[in-house]
Structures are given as C-alpha cells and as structure tokens.
C-alpha cells in the first residue's frame, strides 16, 4: 500500500521560502506524477501543481511565480518550495499522487502557519 | 479556469435517507475527467469516484457518480453514520485543476 508523509518546518516567517518535502513508502517514485494541495484553516482544497518523476511539471497560475518543485528519485521524494510566503499562504498542506489523472492516495497533510 | 460550484452548501439528513449533491462548471469538463472527494475533520481528502462515474477501490456501491459536460452529481443511495462528512468535486481535465467549494453532508 502506498503511503506519503510531509514534512517540513510548521512555522514560517512572512517573505521567506516555505519547503516542504513528501517521502513516498510502498512503491517507486518512479513513473508517476505527484502533486501537492493546500487547505486553509477552515476552507476548501486548493492544487498547487504537479510533478513528474523525471522533473517536467505544472503550476497552478495563481501561485506559479512563487513556487518549484522538484524529485529526488534516490531518496523515493519530492519536495515543494513556495517563495515570499505571507499570511494567506498558511495552511495544511498535502502531497499526493497522481493516477489516471485524479489524486489517489494522499498524505495525511501538515500545517504550515506564516507568522512573525 | 473552470469554476465548479457545488450545491447544496449543507445538506441535513438522517441516517438511511438518500443524499444527492450537484457539482455544476463553469465550462465544458473534458473527456468527464471529473472526481469526488470525501474529506472528515481532521483526515486527508479520500478519492470516492473518478470519470465522473467510476468508484475507485474499496469505495462502497452506495456512491455512485454521474453527469458529463457541465452538470456532475454524486448520490449516496442510504446514508451510514460514517458517511457525514464534507465532499469535494474535482476536475481535473484542464489545467488549473480546480475544486468545488465542498458540500457538507450533516446529521439532521
């Protein structure tokens, strides 16, 4: 079974880089297509972009200048850097991967707070 | 980007009734590359039907989906005590993939 795990600071100072990397257990990393969701507080799921396992990847516009990321296939991971992070960039944030196009097995997601 | 715009906002009912929840777009949602999502407090999303229609493993058959182009639907034919949570639509046929705002199934 397939299971994914973020991981990441919790707490983030306004204008600095969130990261965030998701670990991949029970099967390769390897040709598939991964993606990370936000949810804040209280509110609906948000994509922010995909990536395959050789790198090629899709943004969400909203939040494309900001954001990249990247696989690391020796560790079985990928990561998420959001750049210039305020307040409204707070979150729980999940990965999951991608199959047949829909998001099949997730994370059981971290919160990220931005706050000085 | 295509809009999706769940209705109702919350639906009060009791257990063993019939739940219909509707998922309308803003424009066309190719080849019915549409998914629903069941998410409970504080737990990850769970996918429960992709194409519009398929339930993916170990979904029970009281989820079913259906609808094509613009008007999506998800019914759960009797309601169990651990299916009131809040549901997801999701398109993801063109990019960005967007989701509904959520429908929240409560008990009456």
């Known amino acids: 079974q397939v299971q994914l795990q973020e991981s990441g600071p919790g707490l983030v100072r306004p204008s600095e880089t969130l990261s965030l990397t998701c670990t991949v257990s029970g099967g390769s990393i390897s040709s598939y297509y991964w993606s990370w969701i936000r949810q804040p507080p209280g509110k609906g799921l948000e994509w922010i972009g995909y990536i395959y396992y050789t790198g090629s990847s899709n943004y969400n516009p909203s939040l494309k200048s900001r954001i990249t990321m990247s696989v690391d296939t020796s560790k079985n991971q990928f990561s998420l850097k959001l750049s210039s992070v305020t307040a409204a960039d707070t979150a729980v944030y999940y990965c999951?991967?991608?199959?047949?196009?829909?998001?099949?097995?997730w994370g059981q997601g971290t919160l990220v707070t931005v706050s000085s | 980007e295509i809009v999706l715009t769940q209705s109702p906002g919350t639906l009060s009912l009791s257990p063993g009734e019939r739940a219909t929840l509707s998922c309308r777009a803003s424009q066309s949602v190719s080849s019915s590359n549409l998914a629903w999502y069941q998410q409970k407090p504080g737990q990850a999303p769970r996918v429960l039907i992709y194409g519009a229609s398929t339930r993916a493993t170990g979904i029970p058959d009281r989820f079913s989906g259906s609808g094509s182009g613009t008007d999506f639907s998800l019914t759960i034919s009797r309601l169990e005590p651990e299916d009131f949570a809040v549901y997801y639509c999701?398109?993801?046929?063109?990019?960005?993939?967007?989701f509904g705002q959520g429908t929240k199934v409560e008990i009456k």
């Open positions: 999951a991967r991608v199959s047949g196009w829909y998001l099949h097995y």
């Open positions: 999701q398109q993801y046929g063109t990019s960005p993939w967007t």
